[in-house]
């Protein structure tokens, strides 16, 4: 029998003395992580939240590497996240981003490399499935946008801040990027995953009151376990739920076998 483990991380702050002040202060993230957990649980997932002050880098690589330690070829690895995306030039040198930016989680305590999120996922064992969806935006803009009817706003790291911070951190960057070039494959295979995130590039995921609007359009489509359909029939629903501002994304890295695909999400 499978075994399936969720990791589930919601950010309504995060800490202003690691921002240079900036607290990004959120409303629905935490609901968002909550929410997802629960469905994970439903369909037989082991849970661990992350809430806040809990989501440093160091709990999120710590449960992601406990997670690959567990899980071996036909489990399921579950990775839901929402907060503040952002983006920081990449510079390594490597061409695998066609904008020439690394997109980003804004953790607690600092910005997570989607490179980092990859290295974390090579650690998994071959045939472990894979499945994340993040709401957050992975957009650069600075422009502001405006709250809507529900007082939503975006959920992204402004660009002023994005600039500060990049300045600050470069020479962090650096020797990270160093390392993680370090540990990448050779023949630069990426892991086996399917990544749904909530929106494009050049959008904003929107906050709100209860929950995300990404997220409420999934719990919507989702209907507490009344959704039939693989991955991508569910990619469409949500996206029918959501205004033609907010897209969501669906990504497939590395080769995950068409029956992963197909599957009915959530499926341990």
Do not use: K
């Not at 045939?127 to 007082?151: K, L, Q, W, Y």
């Not at 904003?204 to 989702?222: K, M, P, R």
């Not at 068409?258 to 499926?267: A, E, G, L």
């Amino acid at each position: 029998m499978a075994t399936g483990l969720s990791l589930h991380v919601g950010l309504n702050e995060v800490d202003p003395a690691r921002y240079e002040g900036w607290a990004g202060t959120l409303v629905a993230c935490e609901n968002d992580a909550h929410d997802m957990a629960r469905i994970a649980r439903t369909a037989g997932f082991e849970t661990t939240v992350l809430l806040t002050p809990d989501g440093t880098v160091a709990n999120v690589t710590s449960a992601l590497g406990e997670a690959a330690s567990r899980l071996g070829p036909g489990d399921i690895l579950l990775f839901t996240y929402s907060g503040h995306g952002g983006q920081v030039p990449d510079e390594s040198g490597t061409d695998d981003e066609p904008d020439a930016l690394d997109e980003t989680l804004v953790l607690y305590d600092r910005q997570f490399l989607d490179d980092e999120v990859q290295r974390a996922f090579r650690d998994f064992a071959d045939d472990v499935r894979i499945v994340t969806f993040f709401d957050c935006c992975h957009s650069g803009s600075s422009i502001e946008i405006p709250g809507g009817a529900d007082g939503d706003r975006g959920r992204y790291l402004p660009e002023p801040q994005q600039r500060q911070l990049y300045d600050r951190d470069r020479g962090f960057l650096a020797e990270l990027r160093r390392s993680l070039a370090e540990d990448a494959p050779e023949d630069g295979a990426e892991p086996d995953a399917l990544l749904v995130s909530a929106c494009q590039d050049n959008q904003t995921a929107s906050d709100g009151d209860v929950n995300g609007a990404f997220t409420a359009a999934l719990l919507e489509a989702w209907d507490e376990g009344a959704f039939r359909g693989g991955y991508r029939a569910f990619h469409r629903a949500i996206q029918r739920r959501l205004p033609p501002t907010q897209s969501p994304n669906l990504h497939l890295t590395g080769s995950p076998g068409r029956d992963f695909v197909n599957q009915r999400p959530f499926t341990v």
